[in-house]
């Protein structure tokens, strides 16, 4: 097989990362339209994160977000988001670049992305974790997706982390 000079996976990951980016602007912008709202997991020990070391210790690898009701101050730029959450009644202000994010979605319209996590944001235990396109760490107060989208049954780890496949999420 020819070799791919022209790095086609890197090209399509950078375009949906760009999808994401839009999404994250227009939020910004204009709020959160209609019944919208995102799941957004990303590698917690990745260059360029920045969260309180009380999160860190809570999500050592990796870190789901909620965005839809209470988030405060989203800021989009070219290569990362930066919003305030609150996490057990305590504000916390989180920067995430587009880079260490491995999955998005919007359960709202069964919408989801998922990436693989790039050279530059991934550590090396971090990059063997399997991929998932659901959220399997989530904030305290934060409401589960599990009652709005029930197609498949998911698989089970052997640590009961819940594995669940991007088709789940796809509209038939």
């Known amino acids: 097989m020819a070799t791919d000079h022209i790095r086609y996976d890197v090209l399509a990951r950078d375009a949906l ?7 994250l602007a227009d939020a910004a912008e204009h709020g959160l339209p209609g019944e919208h709202h995102f799941f957004i997991t990303f590698l917690s020990t990745a260059d360029g994160v920045k969260l309180s070391p009380r999160l860190l210790a809570q999500y050592p690898e990796e870190m789901t977000i909620i965005l839809q009701h ?3 101050d989203l800021v989009v730029t070219e290569d990362r988001f930066e919003v305030g959450l609150s996490f057990g ?21 069964q919408f989801g992305l998922q990436f693989e996590p790039s050279e530059t944001a991934a550590e090396a235990p971090a990059a ?28 089970k780890t ?15």
């Open 17 to 23: 990362r760009g999808v994401l980016r839009r999404v």
């Open 70 to 72: 209470q988030f405060w």
């Open 89 to 109: 009644g305590i504000p916390e202000r989180l920067v995430v670049p587009f880079a260490a994010i491995k999955s998005f979605l919007d359960p709202s319209v």
């Open 128 to 155: 063997k974790l399997p991929a998932v396109s659901a959220p399997s760490a989530l904030p305290a107060a934060a409401p589960e997706p599990a009652e709005e989208i029930k197609d498949d049954e998911p698989a």
């Open 158 to 172: 052997s640590e009961g982390a819940e594995v669940v496949r991007l088709d789940r999420f796809r509209k038939k």
